[in-house]
């Protein structure tokens, strides 16, 4: 721990591959004395750009923080010979002593070196002669909202860890005497934090008295990401993990060495934090949901962009991002937001040729939209088989079997009409799962069988993307060989009709904002909290759900679901063979809301565990399509042993991430998560 603080000295990192003309493009040189630099206005920009460079990795969704993403049940990555360390994750090989650095999930030094950095920051940027005062405000508050930040990305990762306050860490301590401080303690500097920063920071970065133009500091931190912030740590603090109701289990009687315990007792007031704090977001009244209304479209073509330009729009017309971060470069992700697009896209084949088929969505995300006529969600969960969910064995609403629905059915003459044009993406025989869905899902997947959106592809014109076992299909199933092994492509980051033939120019010229905070989470951790919190607000927690799913053209929840009692907290409702009081209902469908809303957003996986779902949902075989099958429709049979790989483990100690073995030699007395 003594050599968890950096030497400004040594300070030379800088944030990768951003845009030219980002206030975050600098290169850092060695200074001669923390006076000098901290004296001269260029030297504290850059230096302030510098404590950037440790924002979390969140978008890289198969490394570092963003491979959450794989160890999710959202998604289903294809076993090869790129796996990175949170395929381990998921198959339950890791513990402390194979956690060594970031590339293996140990945040543990680059996180402290950055919160005493941010500290350092702020103990000598009054030094700072050049600045106006205006300015100099502002900066500090960046600069307490990233050191904040940073100690919520520990927390979210390790559970509770050690405040140092508005000090540098001492590099004189004893180890020895080092432990965790509480959760509350943990909780209550960081919400602290924000506040200051709240109070000191500008909602826009080029506002008079700063001197900064908008263009050249895009994506530095205002007002609106720290409120947002907030909002998102005092969700977390009044969840089941993290506010006493984890039932009992290995953390309600965790202490440290000094006998405080780690985790509180339940405290129902915080979801009224939790939502008095997205709301104050929400009331700003300065972001919008994206929404687009071109008159050449179909309403339904028009929901789909909407959903579409929460990425592809940029920072001055894309209004619902609060506060978002170029798709960066970092290590496999050389290629950025193009490299996600590469890994996701199909390998080899007649449509890319740079594609890996790596990143793919699972069967249980792909179930989970709802049907657009109706708003319902037709999957309301699953059997199981040798007490694991069986995604082969999904439960259906009898409403949305009735619409068309069918697990086993076929729609003859489809006509797909998202990112395609009809006058070459003719009718095809489609399953009828993948008919009459969410805008979103068309927005996020391309089904075996349906329509690449392309007119071009890597064998000249259009082709439909299918994966079986036959050279008939356009991305054939291979054993050995980089295939699509799960049966859909997730597209979210692809633009239609981008021939993807140049690895430079198709795919390494491609960026994108990161979404790190946008009104849709805001709107959603709302009616989460409207609906737990002490006076109960059902009507205000439908009303911000139904906002989110009113962009993409869906009904109201009442609407979709007539059967329910909403009102009642404790009164049982049915749907189909499903039984739930109304609250439980509205608290399935939010998180069902985010899981499509977000999907690859790395929300899903901070969800499941905040909830503690994982260790019920995370355990299950590889589902995927058939796709060692020889024809199309035998490939639409949902198998457990197609995919070449282990199967997802989850155990309770699974909420928390180990502390890495270094560390705890190092810390002889630290507490380590329960159950490593």
């Known amino acids: 721990m003594k050599k968890i603080s950096t030497l400004f000295f040594v300070l030379v990192l800088c944030l990768a591959a951003v845009s030219c003309d980002s206030f975050f493009d600098i290169n850092l040189k060695d200074q ?14 850059r230096y302030l750009a510098h404590l950037y460079a440790y924002i979390p990795r969140d978008e890289n969704t198969r490394n570092y923080e963003g491979g959450t993403v794989l160890r999710s049940d959202e998604s289903l990555n294809a076993k090869s010979q790129y796996e990175t360390f949170w395929y381990k994750v998921r198959r339950g090989e890791y513990g402390s002593d194979n956690t060594t650095d970031e590339s293996s999930a140990n945040f543990w030094k680059r996180y402290y070196v950055a919160i005493n950095e941010c500290t350092t920051f702020l103990d000598n940027v009054d030094l700072d002669k050049e600045d106006s005062q205006e300015l100099i405000t502002q900066m500090k508050g960046e600069a307490r909202f990233l050191r904040a930040y940073y100690y919520f990305v520990l927390l979210r990762h390790y559970g509770p860890v050690i405040v140092w306050g508005d000090q540098a860490a001492d590099q004189n301590v004893n180890a020895d005497e080092l432990d965790r401080n509480t959760l509350e303690q943990n909780f209550d500097f960081i919400v602290t934090e924000l506040d200051k920063a709240i109070g000191d920071l500008r909602f826009e970065i080029n506002e008079e008295g700063l001197g900064l133009s908008l263009a050249a500091n895009k994506g530095r931190v205002t007002k ?44 129902a007031a915080k979801w009224d934090e939790a939502a008095t704090a997205a709301k104050a977001v929400i009331d700003l009244g300065r972001y919008q949901l994206a929404v687009e209304n071109d008159p050449a479209k179909t309403a339904f073509q028009n929901a789909a962009a909407s959903y579409q330009d929460t990425w592809f729009k940029g920072w001055d017309t894309n209004n619902e991002i609060i506060w978002g971060w ?56 699953y059997e199981r088989t040798a007490g694991m969910p069986d995604y082969s064995r999904p439960i259906v609403d009898p409403e949305c079997k009735d619409a068309g629905y069918d ?17 070459w993406a003719k009718p095809f025989k489609a399953h009828a799962t993948t008919v009459g869905r969410d805008a979103r899902y068309y ?6 069988g349906f329509w690449w959106p392309s007119s071009t592809t890597n064998s000249g014109g259009p082709v439909r993307f299918t994966c079986y076992n036959s050279a008939e299909a356009t991305a054939p199933y291979s054993p050995t ?37 946008r009104l849709a989470e805001v709107y959603l951790s709302y009616a989460e909290a409207c609906n737990e919190k002490t006076a109960r607000q059902c009507d205000e927690a439908i009303r911000y759900v139904d906002l989110v799913r009113a962009r993409v053209g869906l009904c109201g929840l009442r609407e979709a679901y007539p059967e329910i009692d909403f009102d009642s907290a404790d009164g049982i409702s049915k749907v189909g063979d ?62 457990s042993d197609d995919y070449i790989g282990g199967r997802s483990v989850f155990a309770q100690r699974d909420y928390l991430f180990p502390l890495g073995s270094a560390q705890r030699a190092e810390m002889t007395h630290f507490t380590q998560n329960p159950g490593w």
Request: some cysteine; hydrophobic content about 35%; overall charge negative.
């Open 443 to 448: 927005a996020n997947f391309v089904p075996n």
């Open 32 to 45: 001669a004395t923390l006076e000098d630099t901290m004296s001269r206005s260029s030297t504290v920009k």
């Open 224 to 267: 609106g990401a720290a409120m947002a912030l907030k909002a998102r740590v005092l969700l977390y603090a009044a969840s089941p993990l993290y506010n006493g109701q984890n039932g009992g289990g290995i953390f309600s009687s965790l202490t440290n060495f000094r006998g405080e315990p780690l985790f509180p007792a339940y405290d």
């Open 578 to 639: 499903v039984s739930r009081s109304g609250k439980e209902w509205l608290r399935w469908f939010i998180l069902q809301e985010k899981m499509c809303e977000f999907a690859f957003e790395g929300q899903r996986h901070y969800d499941a565990l905040r909830w503690m779902l994982a260790l019920d949902e995370y355990n299950t075989e590889n589902w995927t399509l058939h796709v060692t099958a020889d024809n199309y429709e035998d490939s639409y049979q949902r198998v």
């Open 326 to 381: 170029w798709y960066r470069a970092w290590g496999d992700e050389s290629l950025g937001s193009g490299c996600d697009i590469a890994y996701a896209a199909p390998a080899g084949g007649k449509i890319a040729l740079a594609g890996y088929s790596l990143n793919s969505p699972s069967l249980k995300l792909v179930d989970a939209y709802p049907m657009q006529e109706n708003g319902r969600y037709p999957v309301l969960g």
């Open 407 to 423: 697990v086993n059915g076929w729609v003859d003459g489809y006509q797909q009409t998202i990112d395609v044009d009809p006058s």
């Open 481 to 517: 060989d980089a295939c699509n092994r799960v049966g859909y492509v997730w597209r979210r980051l692809y633009k239609a009709d981008n021939p993807l033939k140049d690895l430079t120019a198709d795919y390494q010229s491609v960026r994108y904002i990161y979404p790190a905070f």
